[in-house]
């Protein structure tokens, strides 16, 4: 028994090396550097076709062929070197932003001037433009130059547009009537309001009244060079208003001071009644922060003149007005949000009512009546 243990262990080992080494010898015949089938003396087959071995063997790699290019076109006239390609012209004539008409085919990059006309025409798309990705960006100006190539799209384009603007600009008007400016004040800024939607309109009439795309291309132009305008007269009312906003706030924050005060005074002794007055505190400092930094800024925005508006050099005292009056919009909500704190530790420091037990009196026995005998 153990004798045909041993042999059949023995065999299975034999086994196991001849299949071993029948598999070396296929790998290595298809092996990096190796011609195949396999080594002298051996009996491997060469594997199946469509599947090798990667060459990774320095020796044998070789370099890849080079494709012979096609030879030059005789007919055609090669660049000079150095120029680079240009651009077909947009449309004919093409209005270069002077106002002069370019001869026609000379143009180069005039699309490009087109499509830049378009988007200082429509900068609230220009935030979703720059979003878009290179592909989607040059289709969305291959877009815009279609566009600007129709009498008729491009009159449309132009018209949709002025529509906007002057309804973006009444929204702001009513905001001004809203606001708690004062008489004379609130004139001087619907007036700068009101010159920019006329000037709107009028350019609206007169787009409808085009008939030729070069026309139509100079009142884009025209659009396109006001825009910074509408811009800096649009922040100039939002800026004033928001700054009216938070003088309006001042009454309001003091009522509130006082029901908060009252409500403290009213609670009884707790830790809870003295982080109430810190809290009181807080929201005294912050609302008084708020209009003394909020006061001055209306004033300040009207002296800037429509010229300077219409110029740029109202920037930098717009950047500065923009910043102080963040700042005074942290400080109301800081004021409200301490008066929510001190009512809450004031809830906080209540005493609990606790509950009187109710008693429920016992029924009295009524007694049966006594029955009355009969003679």
């Known amino acids: 028994m153990q004798h045909r243990s041993r ?54 790699a070789k370099p890849p062929v080079a494709v012979p290019s096609k030879k030059p076109d005789p007919s055609k006239k090669p660049e000079p070197a150095g120029s680079p390609k240009q651009p077909g012209t ?3 004539p093409v209005v270069t932003p002077t106002g002069t008409a370019a001869p026609t085919g000379v143009a180069a990059g005039a699309d490009d001037k087109i499509v830049g006309f378009m988007h200082a025409a429509m900068p609230d798309t220009q935030f979703a433009w720059m979003k878009l990705s290179p592909g989607l ?24 547009q002025i529509t906007s603007r002057v309804a973006h600009l009444q929204v702001l008007d009513t905001q001004v009537g809203k606001s708690g400016l004062g008489a004379s004040d609130q004139a001087v800024v619907t007036g ?6 006329a000037d709107l309109k009028a350019l609206k009439v007169k787009v409808d009244a085009e008939t030729t795309l070069a026309d139509l291309q100079a009142d884009l132009v025209t659009l396109g060079g006001k825009t910074a305008t509408y811009n800096t007269v649009g922040t100039w009312v939002r800026l004033i208003v928001g700054a009216e906003n938070v003088i309006a706030t001042g009454p309001k924050l003091v009522t509130l001071e006082n029901k908060v005060a009252a409500d403290i005074a009213a609670a009884p002794d707790s830790p809870e009644k003295i982080d109430a007055q810190t809290f009181l505190a807080d929201m005294k400092t912050s609302a008084d922060a708020a209009q003394a930094l909020a006061a001055p800024l209306p004033a300040t925005l009207l002296a800037i003149t429509p010229a300077q508006l219409a110029n740029g050099s109202a920037k930098t005292t717009l950047d500065s007005v923009r910043k102080t009056l963040a700042t005074a919009q942290w400080d109301v909500s800081l004021a409200r949000w301490a008066a929510f704190w001190a009512e809450r530790e004031l809830k906080e420091g209540a005493p609990k009512a606790t509950s009187t037990p109710v008693v429920t009196p016992a029924p009295t026995m009524t007694p049966a009546p006594t029955a009355t005998p009969t003679v």
């Open 137 to 160: 960006q040059k289709r969305f100006d291959a877009d815009l130059k279609k566009v600007a190539c129709t009498v008729d799209l491009l009159r449309a384009a132009l018209d949709k």
């Open 7 to 60: 042999n059949l262990v023995t065999a299975l080992l034999a086994a196991s090396v001849l299949a071993l080494a029948g598999f070396t010898g296929t790998a290595l015949a298809h092996g990096p550097g190796h011609p195949g089938p396999g080594f002298p003396g051996t009996s491997a087959k060469p594997l199946p076709s469509g599947w090798a071995w990667p060459s990774d063997d320095i020796h044998t």
């Open 90 to 92: 947009l449309c004919v």
């Open 192 to 197: 700068e309001i009101n010159s920019l939607i």
